[in-house]
């Protein structure tokens, strides 16, 4: 799974295309712009959030081989900004010449959940205990392994809550896999975990790795809410995180940014149950999954760190070292969904009259109930302030 590259690294001036044009892709454009590096940007979309900020917009399918072979051939270095992008775009761009970070393998691993769960099972990695499943028999019998209740996720395509159910005992077996469309899937053990934590880490073609502080993440709906940076933890379960995330990156051969998201566990008792020896030193973190690339927690960092994820990325791709993780201050994310909207424009005024609260929007043009519209950064003297803040900040933006 070593990611094995040539050596090459890209100074100011030249161009780094994205796969995706999103709000991951947007804030990269915006960090290459400032340090003089092109953006060129590949997806379906036109007017796209990368595409507002990106040199050139490239429109076409991602199983396109002609288009995608022009982008490629228009910059010097490819990343990606979401999974969900074929491993045969990156296999392309590498045969036309470009640096392709990180590597086609890995996006090929992280963009299904059983591909993942098996590499970082390779990896000797904790997971929860899981099963994969192809038809409702394999289902039944892989109850009879992981036990109930269980959540059943589809293997592709699954982000924010999407593509997963939960099965409380044994008569919901047919119900869950009908409703996921009878799609290969992955059962995992139901874990009773004491927070959601995430580290987003950085590794340069050198080997060089840098962790930013572990960060605490509350959801609703299964998305994101906000983050709290940093997570009120111990300094043991902070070592283990990046004990793990460096295991990762050098199993990995990792070249990029990478995300990996946690479940904290209350107790060994508790870790031993889901799959992870007692014997492990530390042992209460599962990795629940990872993504290469900058992660939706790790936005605090543009304000709260001496290098954003973005740099990072940029760094990372270029073939540079990695910027410093430390952190300025605490602080909190708030993410802003498109439920915001539903009476109209929120009062930007009112949210802007707070001094400390920095507003990132994404420019998508249509809000929709659980679309990520935007979000806000605040720091403080404290991670708890800085989320009182944060949300005060986004309570005044709706409308009575």
């Known amino acids: 799974m070593l990611e094995r590259e040539r050596h090459r690294s890209l100074a100011p001036g030249s161009t780094i295309g994205v796969f995706g044009s999103g709000q991951l892709g947007r804030m990269l454009a915006m960090e290459a712009r400032r340090m003089g590096y092109g953006i060129h940007t590949y997806s379906p979309e036109r007017n796209s959030p990368t595409g507002q900020i990106a040199d050139r917009e490239f429109t076409g399918a991602y199983d396109d081989a002609a288009s995608v072979r022009a982008f490629a051939r228009s910059v010097d270095a490819l990343t990606f900004e979401f999974e969900n992008v074929p491993s045969l775009a990156a296999d392309l761009g590498e045969a036309e ?60 395509f699954g982000y924010d809550g999407k593509g997963q159910c939960r099965i409380a005992d044994d008569r919901g077996l047919e119900g869950a896999w009908d409703a996921l469309g009878g799609q290969p899937s992955v059962l995992e053990a139901e874990v009773n975990f004491e927070k959601e934590l995430s580290l987003v880490v950085a590794r340069g073609e050198a080997g060089d790795f840098a962790a930013y502080p572990l960060v605490e993440n509350r959801h609703v709906n299964h998305i994101l809410d906000i983050t709290v940076a940093p997570a009120e933890v111990q300094p043991e379960v902070c070592a283990e995180a990046e004990s793990l995330a460096r295991q990762l990156c050098e199993f990995l051969g990792l070249i990029g940014v990478v995300c990996i998201e946690f479940f904290l566990l209350p107790s060994l008792r508790e870790s031993a149950r889901n799959g992870v020896s007692e014997g492990r030193k530390g042992g209460r973190l599962l990795i629940n999954e990872i993504a290469p690339r900058p992660h939706n927690s790790g936005h605090w960092t543009i304000e709260g760190a001496v290098t954003s994820q973005f740099e990072q990325q940029l760094r990372t791709v270029c073939g540079l070292g990695v910027g410093s993780t430390e952190q300025l201050r605490p602080a909190a994310m708030v993410n802003l969904l498109g439920d915001l909207w539903h009476r109209g424009e929120p009062d930007w005024q009112e949210l802007l009259s707070i001094a400390n609260a920095k507003l990132h929007l994404y420019g998508k043009g249509e809000a929709r109930p659980g679309r990520k519209m935007g979000h806000i950064t605040v720091t403080a003297a404290t991670a708890a302030a800085a989320l009182e803040t944060g949300l005060a900040a986004r309570a005044a933006l709706k409308r009575s």
């Open 97 to 156: 010449g470009a640096l392709v970070r990180p590597a086609g393998a890995i996006l090929y691993a992280a963009q299904n959940r059983l591909r993942e769960k098996s590499m970082l099972s390779k990896a000797g990695l904790p997971t929860t205990t899981y099963r994969g499943v192809s038809s409702l028999s394999d289902l039944r019998e892989a109850v009879q392994c992981v036990g109930l209740p269980a959540i059943l996720k589809t293997a592709a």
